[in-house]
């Protein structure tokens, strides 16, 4: 349960990191009401996935989840490069994430 407590983390991160973009610098109501709104809940289910998961596989998991859910919505909505450097480096995020999940004790 809490692993998936995590990845729940990881897609509040996602939202938040681009509700970001939307929020125009902190100057429109309702994108910075969301954004603040998904980052309060995605550092709650964070500190709750951390009561019995490694501090340093949370945090990891967490910021990995965010940033390959972040690039890859970059490319979708924002139309930023998707060469294959980048496609790459994500598929050896994923990667890491899932030697992680391997890694960590049945928590």
Same mark, same amino acid.
């Given at each position: 349960?809490? +692993?998936?407590? $995590?990845?729940? &983390?990881?897609?509040?991160? =996602?939202? +938040? *990191?681009?509700? $970001? ?8 109501? @309702? ?5 603040? $709104?998904? #980052? ?8 709750? *996935? #951390? ?8 945090? *990891?998991? @967490?910021?990995?989840?965010? &940033?390959?859910?972040? &690039?890859?919505?970059?490319? =979708?909505?924002?139309?930023?490069? &998707?060469? +294959? ?5 994500? $598929?050896? =995020?994923? =990667? ?12």
């Amino acid at each position: 349960m809490n +692993w998936l407590i $995590l990845v729940l &983390a990881g897609l509040f991160e =996602i939202v +938040w *990191a681009i509700g $970001l973009k939307y929020t125009d610098g902190f100057t429109r109501f @309702w994108p910075t009401a969301g954004t603040v $709104l998904a #980052m309060v809940i995605s550092v709650g289910l964070l500190g709750l *996935a #951390m009561k019995s998961l490694p501090v340093g596989t949370a945090y *990891a998991v @967490w910021v990995g989840v965010g &940033a390959v859910g972040t &690039a890859i919505l970059g490319i =979708i909505l924002f139309n930023e490069s &998707a060469n +294959w450097g980048r496609l790459v480096s994500l $598929l050896l =995020i994923i =990667i890491g994430i899932i030697g992680l999940k391997l890694a960590t004790p049945n928590q």
